[in-house]
Antibody, heavy 112, light 113 residues
Framework: QVQVVESGGGVVQPGTSLKLSCAASGFTFSKYNIHWVRQTPDKGLEWVALIYYDGNEKHYADSVKGRFTVSRDNSKNTLYLQMSSLRVDDTAMYYC?????WGQGTLVTVSS | DVVMTQSPLSLPVTLGQPASISCRSSQSLVNRDGNTYLDWFQQRPGQSPRRLIYQVSNRDSGVPDRFSGSGSGTDFTLKISRVEAEDVGVYYCMQGTHWPPWTFGQGTKVEIK
């Protein structure tokens, strides 16, 4: 069955970096455009980034542009989100999704 | 960016009774291709979001037929014909017409009276 599993979250200090992964199975990963979406109790659901199926086109929310980089390795069926210059307001649960399927999320906490 | 506004934000309902959630967009969601990219998601307590409805009125696989979506332009509605206990959670609308970014409503919390 279709499954995506996010990992890599944790507690980090402001200004540092973190890399999230999303491992996919049960479908032809290389044919899907995939998003990162984050969720906080205060702001609700917020779209973060999109990467096209072949990795050749990417889009970012203004709030993360220049700090976050989305990438993928279709040979490994894995999506990544490299986050740098992290801020307290990046604290959230991060999901990879094509809006049809969602993972369980990985929690990122940015705190001093 | 397109702003999505849901109402009400909290919806107490009686089991077996209908429920309705409104979602309004700050501009028309009719795409150049003629389609309207408005989705509805359910998030049960402690779970990830799950899409219920795509393109206004199409139910995803496995979604009970008591859920229905309707609307056009800037005005959309999610209806639950008879609320069941498993429907408790937060419901979100999302537009995918004017992207980036994809934008979500604030969420409507459905609870049992």
């Amino acid at each position: 069955q279709v499954q995506v599993v996010e990992s890599g979250g944790g507690v980090v200090q402001p200004g540092t970096s973190l890399k999230l992964s999303c491992a996919a199975s049960g479908f032809t990963f290389s044919k899907y455009n995939i998003h990162w979406v984050r969720q906080t109790p205060d702001k609700g659901l917020e779209w973060v980034a999109l990467i096209y199926y072949d990795g050749n086109e990417k889009h970012y929310a203004d709030s993360v542009k220049g700090r976050f980089t989305v990438s993928r390795d279709n040979s490994k069926n894995t999506l990544y989100l490299q986050m740098s210059s992290l801020r307290v307001d990046d604290t959230a649960m991060y999901y990879c999704t094509d809006f049809d399927f969602w993972g369980q999320g990985t929690l990122v906490t940015v705190s001093s | 960016d397109v702003v999505m506004t849901q109402s009400p934000l909290s919806l107490p309902v009686t089991l077996g009774q209908p429920a309705s959630i409104s979602c309004r967009s700050s501009q028309s969601l009719v795409n150049r291709d003629g389609n309207t990219y408005l989705d509805w998601f359910q998030q049960r307590p402690g779970q990830s979001p799950r899409r219920l409805i795509y393109q206004v009125s199409n139910r995803d696989s496995g979604v009970p037929d008591r859920f229905s979506g309707s609307g056009s332009g800037t005005d959309f509605t999610l209806k639950i014909s008879r609320v069941e206990a498993e429907d408790v959670g937060v419901y979100y609308c999302m537009q995918g017409t004017h992207w980036p970014p994809w934008t979500f409503g604030q969420g409507t919390k459905v609870e049992i009276k």
